[in-house]
């Protein structure tokens, strides 16, 4: 093993050959910028440094001749001293790190003998003092010894028993062991008495049948019993074993996949800012969806006391889930599936999903925005900024201010919507209103309103219908495939108000799109062709193109590839949208059953008529091309309007 002394050893000549090695040839204007340079390149500061002159240097005359200052220079005697110090005050703090213990010595009797172990210091701990040592044999050892034999060993100290004396053996006069058993037997303590003249002390085999003797058979502490035989004690007792206490098992339990506290708000940072709008109350799951899993009991650890005796220990107890509506148990009952989509509640220890939300107030900072995987029921207003989207329908027994409404289903709203020109309402289904004003709507369905349209921008893939003592529209743009109905259309003001039916909106929208994307796609394709028409001339001239402009010619005429059947494929989707548009069965139908103002503009397919004089309970149509207008005519559906008048 190698000693501390030796790496000490070793690290002042690995010092030694450092100072030896770090020498610098430095040159500079003077024997001052030389040194500067020096103490840059050894770390360390001037005064620290120790040079010798290997070229004094010449100014020179004019700038002529001049020589630089050229040195050899190195660290001083002291600042390698200070190095030194330094290296090893870091290599003796690492070494106090380390567990510094003190030596120690064990005297014991046994059948050869009286016998000495002397342990060695670790990491700087202190010596066995021999005194020490001395006055423990005279105590327990009234016989001679060789005082010489224990101060080579006290010295040595080389970890083993050495005898240093004999004994003049009496079986009769051996230490006396004697036990106790404490906290229900679940601890042994043994008490040694000093052994007589000729008596020796007891070794490990001794103990441990004595033990097992007296009927404790469980938990030895082998690491005491040892220090016993190494060391003995007397007089005092010692712990020599020790009972197992028994463990029972944990009781299985259920791990929930979703938020179980309700009221719980849990805010969403996006991008470093806190939105207070998005509370996420409502664990919204799928169909499918895992919700909760049993973990099952497991099984308890019996104990054990020194003497023997099994101590029981409960097994964990077994959980059930239960489980409410729309949502089933897997095969091995130990999962909890949603069966619908919605929002998974846990009430009286059942999970249930439950397809409707209901929000028992206004959708406000209360609340935060609604995301709900089913049906969502609002019981008063929705305010400006908030949003409920859903994936079933939404009604709203208030009013609805400047925000966002998205359904895949229904959207009803008992007292209205004022979109302040800022307001979205997007719906799969149909769309139930009182009014709608100053709003962006777009159903899948219906769009039905009992007391009039303002100002509004309206998208419907079936009718608009707008029935009831105020049912007017005025203002905005109304699209509807099918039919536009109301009594009254524009205002006496003359406010321009646009009507279109006959088409498809989406349809339409799609194709104008594709008409857009067209036409810029035949434009860059001019300006390729231009560009190509330009090179082809010089390289007609020169017959061979630089290779950049080869490079750019190679890519224009991929261009010209690329775009050309873009162009293709968008013309395709332009006819087959256009024949979609052209195959419609309704070709669509303005009414007013009361009057009609003029500002109205009217289209039909393609056809469209400005108002210019009232008109009194007509109904517009489209034939032969041109907007017709004839006798007021019904609409053939009958529109439930109790849903949004509370049944007026």
Request: hydrophobic share 35%; net charge negative.
């Amino acid at each position: 093993m190698v000693s501390f002394n030796e790496i000490q050893q070793y690290m002042k000549n690995r010092l030694e050959e450092d100072r030896g090695q770090r020498y610098v040839n430095v040159s500079g204007e003077s024997l001052a910028d030389a040194l500067q340079q020096a103490s840059i390149e050894l770390s360390l500061p001037v005064k620290a440094i120790e040079y010798e002159i290997l070229d004094g240097g010449s100014k020179g005359f004019m700038g002529v001749g001049k020589k630089p200052t050229l040195i050899l220079a190195y660290p001083g005697a002291k600042a390698a001293a200070e190095a030194e110090a330094a290296d090893f005050e870091d290599f003796t703090f690492d070494k106090q790190q380390q567990e510094s213990r003190d030596g120690q010595f064990f005297l014991r009797r046994d059948e050869t003998g009286v016998l000495l172990k002397v342990i060695p210091p670790q990491n700087g701990g202190i010596k066995v003092n021999e005194k020490h040592v001395l006055e423990a044999i005279l105590e327990r050892h009234h016989g001679d010894f060789d005082r010489s034999l224990v101060s080579k060993i006290c010295k040595r100290a080389e970890g083993d028993f050495i005898k240093i004396a004999e004994i003049d053996r009496d079986p009769t006069n051996d230490a006396l062991l004697n036990f106790e058993l404490a906290e229900m037997e679940m601890k042994a303590f043994i008490t040694i008495r000093q052994p007589g003249p000729g008596g020796v002390d007891p070794d490990a085999e001794r103990i441990t049948g004595f033990l097992r003797a007296n009927n404790i058979v469980f938990g030895y502490l082998d690491e005491a019993i040892q220090s016993l035989v190494d060391n003995p004690v007397y007089n005092q007792q010692i712990l020599v074993a020790e009972g197992q206490s028994p463990v029972n098992g944990e009781d299985g339990k259920i791990i929930y996949n979703f938020e179980k506290e309700t009221d719980k708000i849990r805010l969403r940072e996006i991008d470093g800012k806190v939105d207070y709008k998005e509370l996420n109350k409502i664990n919204n799951v799928v169909e499918g969806q895992v919700l909760a899993k049993v973990i099952a009991p497991k099984r308890g650890v019996p104990g054990h006391t020194v003497t023997g005796k099994l101590l029981p220990a409960r097994d964990g107890k077994a959980v059930t889930l239960e489980v409410g509506n729309n949502v089933r148990l897997s095969d091995d009952k130990t999962q909890a599936i949603a069966s619908a989509n919605g929002q998974v509640l846990l009430l009286s220890g059942k999970i249930s999903v439950e397809p409707i939300y209901v929000v028992n107030g206004n959708v406000d900072l209360k609340s935060g925005n609604i995301l709900f995987l089913g049906s969502v029921v609002v019981k008063g207003n929705v305010e400006d900024g908030f949003a409920v989207k859903a994936a079933g329908n939404i009604e709203i027994l208030g009013s609805v201010g400047k925000c966002e409404l998205d359904a895949e289903g229904d959207i009803v709203v008992r007292q209205g919507i004022n979109g302040k020109s800022a307001g979205l309402v997007r719906s799969g289904g149909s769309i139930w209103s009182k009014f709608l004003e100053n709003s962006e709507v777009e159903s899948g369905g219906y769009v039905v309103v009992s007391d009039g349209i303002i100002n509004s921008q309206i998208t419907s893939d079936k009718k608009v219908i707008c029935r009831g003592k105020r049912a007017s529209i005025v203002g905005g743009h109304i699209r509807a495939t099918e039919e536009i109905t109301a009594k009254t259309l524009g205002s006496v003001a003359g406010m321009e108000t646009v009507l279109e039916v006959g088409y498809d909106p989406k349809s339409k929208a799609h194709l104008e799109e594709l008409q857009e994307r067209r036409s810029e796609a035949e434009k860059a394709l001019e300006e390729v062709r231009l560009n190509l028409a330009t090179l082809e001339k010089t390289l007609k001239l020169k017959k061979e193109l630089p290779k950049d402009k080869q490079r750019f010619y190679d890519n224009l005429q991929e261009q010209v590839g690329d775009l050309e059947q873009e162009i293709m494929e968008v013309s395709e989707e332009i006819q087959t949208t256009e024949r979609h548009l052209a195959q419609l069965k309704s070709s669509g139908r303005v009414s007013a059953s009361a009057r009609v103002f003029p500002g109205v503009k009217v289209i039909i397919k393609e056809a469209p008529l400005e108002v210019r004089n009232e008109f009194r309970a007509v109904t517009f149509v489209a034939e032969s091309g041109m907007v017709k207008v004839t006798k007021y005519v019904e609409s053939d559906d009958q529109v439930e309007l109790n849903a949004i008048t509370g049944g007026e």
